[in-house]
């Protein structure tokens, strides 16, 4: 890499670290203000909102296949079906994922034949 | 979600260690493949585990080499991968309230990544506070090296490696959406959030199909937000 690849390189690496350290610190500041002010430190609610339809954002984006044919769809359909009888039952974090990885690729490997 | 303060059984890094295993189900194959491909754009070996090791944004670290191996204005490629990761600011804000003042908070923001703020987001309300930095740490170290081994184990011998063990690339990364999966269902605790998550998965699914990968997440989000705001002040789904 020649001398401006990295510069940019390192304006990457810098402002992604900005982007999630700047609006953590500005927060936080806010929240102690808020906190002096009245008493009562608590976040925009807004931002409450925002934060779980994130995640829920994230979980519809990784559903689709890398291949995205129909034995892909059914896969993902199984597997998460089995991730969520799972859940139901433990409530927990790992065994589900374990059975939902493992419906998938059962169907993933061994319907074709 | 549940806010219940809960005890660790061993110490806090440990148990972000194995909370965060799930993810290098998706994590390792998709560094793999971040490493393939940046070597054969024209990047060295160490350049691809340095733009891993300090980036750390698989997104964005995919746009980086090719539109540097097509020669695009670097100007134009520094302003596009940020702008790709651009959702990150509302993660720093989500968790500030569970995080202390403590200054190694500082540096470990450089782990907040998409997954590890949906994990933080599930399991640091749940932790004692003088645990919730040690879990974090454990947790997104493990991410982090996770990204990296990955990285230079597909630039050293990723095409050999997807060859030999397919199972890398077509199951292992099953394990993210089943992550996420266990992260939001407890949210759907009445049908205003129900609804309200239904409609973020829903369109950023059809957004990633429809070829918009890249705006598919904070759009999908913020429609669910309005949707949410729009149905709690008609009051017919019940509160939050």
């Not at chain 2, 020669?71 to 509302?90: D, F, K, S, Y």
């Not at chain 2, 081994?149 to 993210?176: C, K, S, Y």
């Amino acid at each position: 890499m020649d001398s401006s690849m990295w510069l940019a390189l390192a304006s990457i690496a810098i402002g992604t670290y900005l982007l999630r350290l700047v609006p953590y610190l500005w927060m936080k500041r806010s929240l102690a203000k808020r906190q002096t002010e009245d008493g009562v430190g608590s976040m925009p609610t807004w931002l409450t909102i925002l934060g779980p339809t994130m995640i829920a954002a994230m979980f519809g984006t990784s559903l689709v296949p890398a291949h995205p044919d129909t034995l892909s769809w059914f896969a993902t359909g199984v597997g998460m079906l089995a991730t969520f009888g799972v859940w139901t039952r433990t409530r927990s974090m790992g065994l589900p994922i374990l059975c939902g990885v493992v419906a998938f690729g059962m169907v993933t490997l061994f319907l074709p034949i | 979600m549940s806010t219940t303060t809960q005890t660790l059984a061993g110490t806090p890094w440990k148990q972000g260690i194995k909370d965060a295993i799930p993810l290098l189900g998706g994590y390792i194959p998709v560094a793999i493949s971040f490493g393939l491909i940046s070597v054969q754009s024209g990047f060295s070996v160490l350049e691809t585990i340095l733009i891993s090791t300090f980036i750390y944004a698989g997104a964005s670290q995919f746009l980086f080499v090719a539109m540097a191996a097509s020669g695009a204005p670097l100007w134009l490629v520094v302003i596009m991968t940020l702008l790709i990761n651009a959702r990150h600011v509302v993660y720093g804000p989500n968790l500030s309230p569970y995080l202390n003042h403590d200054k190694k908070w500082l540096p470990l923001m450089h782990g907040l990544t998409d997954q590890i703020f949906a994990l933080a987001h599930a399991r640091l309300p749940q932790l004692p506070e003088q645990a919730r930095i040690g879990w974090y740490t454990g947790a997104a170290v493990l991410a982090w090296f996770s990204w990296i081994v990955g990285t230079a184990l597909g630039a050293i011998a990723g095409g050999e490696l997807t060859q030999r063990w397919p199972l890398i690339n077509d199951v292992l990364p099953f394990a993210l959406p089943a992550l996420f999966f266990v992260l939001i269902v407890p949210r759907c605790s009445n049908p205003l959030w129900s609804l309200t998550i239904i409609l973020s998965a829903v369109t950023a699914l059809v957004l990633k199909i429809s070829g918009y990968p890249n705006i598919a997440i904070p759009l999908a989000a913020m429609s669910g937000a309005a949707l949410f705001y729009t149905l709690k002040n008609q009051r017919i789904l019940g509160e939050q």
